[in-house]
């Protein structure tokens, strides 16, 4: 699997952050530029595709392309940090490694996965987060109509505090010249559950940056990103702070708008 890249972005990021619901509101990426964008690597893999019932949402099957599924751990040295110079972005203290033990439940991809283990060690503004892309091959790439999916699992650590969930924000970038962000809703993530999730996102509804320059546009894909962020509570004194943390993340593909669950 490979791509990615991400900003600060949750209310935490880019304004009042709250989490009074437990929940963090769609971010906007305040810096969509091509952070190590054109130096990107040309060894992507041109993808697998396969007929997997699990991508369907109709009881059908689907073809779902799998661009990166670490089945050996080549693909894993191809990521590329989203912002290394961001305040508080804990990506190059991190270790990124492959797992031939562990892999998500996909039916068509192989056992394997990519291992993270990130430093995380407090609430801070803006929040300590893991923000890493991978670089399509044959960018440009059209995914007009496409929804981009992967899956991923906290082993330990993170964000402790169910009231104040840390989160994933996955997201892309458009036009080799731009480099203009798009991305999904902030996504929670439950620490204390240690399963494979998969999480996806349909290009088409992608909340663009506030400094793009253009809209995203899912037609002039270069680039897939994850940020893993620690978010910001209310009141950081009142809930345990974040921990070092291991996720494993795995099978990064995408699949027709209509077959999306």
């Known amino acids: 699997m ?26 906007k990426d305040d810096n969509a530029g091509p952070t190590n964008g054109e130096g990107g690597s040309e060894n992507g893999t041109g993808g697998k595709t396969g007929d997997d019932d699990d991508d369907s949402g109709t009881g059908g099957t ?10 050996d751990d080549t693909q894993v040295y191809l990521y590329q940090p989203g912002n290394a110079t961001a305040t508080n972005d804990l990506t190059t203290a991190s270790t990124f490694s492959w797992d031939s033990q562990d892999g998500a439940p996909d039916k068509v991809a192989d056992a394997g996965s ?24 044959g960018r440009p790439v ?28 996955f997201y892309a970038k458009s036009h080799e010249t731009n480099w203009d962000w798009g991305q999904a809703p902030w996504m929670n993530i439950d620490s204390a559950n240690h399963n494979w999730r998969k999480y996806t996102f349909k290009l088409a509804d992608a909340e663009s940056g506030e400094t793009n320059k253009a809209p995203f546009d899912p037609s002039q894909v270069m680039s897939i990103g994850i940020k893993l962020d620690t978010g910001s ?9 974040p921990a070092p943390a291991t996720f494993h993340l795995d099978t990064i593909g995408y699949m027709d708008d209509a077959a999306t669950p």
Do not use: H, W
């Not at 990519?114 to 091959?137: G, H, N, W």
């Not at 509570?233 to 702070?241: F, G, L």
């Open 233 to 241: 509570p209310s009141d950081p004194t009142a809930v345990d702070p």
């Open 62 to 71: 689907a073809e779902a392309v799998r661009l990166y599924t670490f089945t």
């Open 2 to 27: 490979a791509l990615l890249s991400i900003r600060n972005s949750c209310l935490a990021i880019v304004g009042s952050f709250a989490f009074a619901t437990a929940a963090c509101a769609s971010g």
């Open 142 to 169: 059209d995914l007009t109509g496409k929804t981009l999916f992967l899956y991923l699992k906290v082993d330990s650590g993170f964000s402790p505090d169910p009231s104040a969930p840390g989160g994933l924000m």
């Open 114 to 137: 990519m291992r993270i283990e990130a430093p995380f060690s407090e609430y801070t503004q803006p929040d300590q987060a893991v923000d890493f892309q991978f670089m399509l091959d």
